[in-house]
């Protein structure tokens, strides 16, 4: 059987940061998702965004939930802490990881469906308890692993691979962000790596949680109804021994966003995105005229990306609930618990 593990050896003049490490300290496993997939570049853009900015490997922790997108964390920096929790429990797992170990910087990644359906009520709470984070949401409309069902973020009349149009109302991550009071909201598009970057380099240097739409298009379910190479139409007239699907390859996306006007990018079912960069002037940090103005751009069908909200003067966490500078993974034990006498006194103050 041959192997997809990536090669041990490593080009001698590869640039270090200020820790000495290659950007290659900074990869994980080898991609087992779609040839050409967006989420694999939205990991290019972190292990290059983690790099540059010299970030310990072992002060990482990457979190996730269920879905396509929740498998990326297995492909960028080996050396972090990980965990893989329930569909749509990422951002409840983190804050309990936060409130344990402030001392680690956490990553959050998670899909639309993973974040705006079953998970939407703890990513909402997540940003408001502000909880110093760095949320990715890999948006692409569907449910890549249950076979390319809408998700809750697909436009009204896009089509699914069988050819039937969405009817409901997307919920857009940006809007109800900043309808919440997130203090740290943007958007970008996986195949503009020069655009992601200093984006993500920004979010971890964010005293709060940073929420991040990357628009990522799923290269696989862009097949259409009547063709008998259609997954649909193999899948009735064929007997497998096995329950496999084979995903053609896919060229990546890629497009870099005009600063000045509107870019059109096409996606390989000939479906077209437009994208706007923020204008000169764009003031980042007035919530009602950045609600206001995404929504005039979104009535003429463009989507905005870049850094469109920040608030620095937030307080995170642990700054609300006023906890302990250790964390409290480092406390010693008795401490942590001071025993029955103690909790008897704490019950006595609610009698």
Request: hydrophobic content about 40%; aromatic content about 6%.
């Amino acid at each position: 059987m041959p192997s997809i593990a990536k090669p041990l050896a490593r080009h001698p003049a590869l640039k270090q940061n200020e820790l000495g490490l290659t950007i290659r300290d900074y990869e994980g496993s080898m991609s087992t998702l779609c040839a050409g997939c967006g989420h694999d570049s939205i990991t290019a853009a972190i292990v290059r965004a983690l790099w540059e900015i010299s970030m310990q490997p072992h002060m990482l922790a990457k979190m996730s939930g269920i879905g396509c997108s929740s498998k990326t964390p297995a492909y960028f920096v080996n050396g972090a802490h990980g965990f893989n929790s329930a569909h749509g429990r990422m951002p409840a797992i983190t804050t309990g990881a936060a409130a344990a170990n402030r001392e680690l910087t956490y990553i959050g990644v998670s899909g639309d469906g993973d974040s705006l359906s079953i998970g939407i009520g703890h990513m909402c709470h997540a940003i408001r308890r502000n909880v110093r984070m760095v949320y990715i949401i890999e948006n692409n409309g569907v449910y890549g692993l249950t076979k390319g069902q809408f998700s809750a973020s697909a436009d009204v009349g896009s089509k699914s691979k069988r050819g039937e149009p969405n009817q409901f109302a997307p919920i857009d991550p940006v809007m109800l962000a900043l309808s919440i009071g997130a203090t740290f909201v943007a958007r970008s598009f996986s195949g503009d790596k020069e655009q992601l970057v200093p984006i993500l380099k920004a979010a971890f240097r964010h005293r709060g949680m940073a929420l991040i739409d990357v628009i990522s298009p799923c290269v696989t379910f862009n097949d259409h109804t009547g063709s008998t190479k259609s997954y649909l139409y193999t899948r009735k007239h064929a007997v497998s021994a096995t329950d496999a699907d084979l995903v053609p390859p896919a060229s990546e996306i890629v497009a870099n966003i005009s600063a000045q006007d509107v870019t059109a990018v096409t996606l390989h079912d000939g479906s077209i995105l437009r994208f706007r960069s923020v204008p000169e002037g764009y003031d980042p940090t007035d919530r009602v005229k950045v609600t206001s103005y995404l929504q005039q751009r979104q009535q003429k069908g463009e989507i905005i990306t870049g850094l469109l909200f920040v608030n620095e003067h937030v307080p995170d966490m642990h700054e609300m609930n006023n906890t302990s500078d250790t964390p409290l993974a480092r406390m010693p034990y008795e401490k942590l618990c001071p025993g029955s006498a103690a909790l008897e006194q704490l019950q006595e103050e609610f009698r």
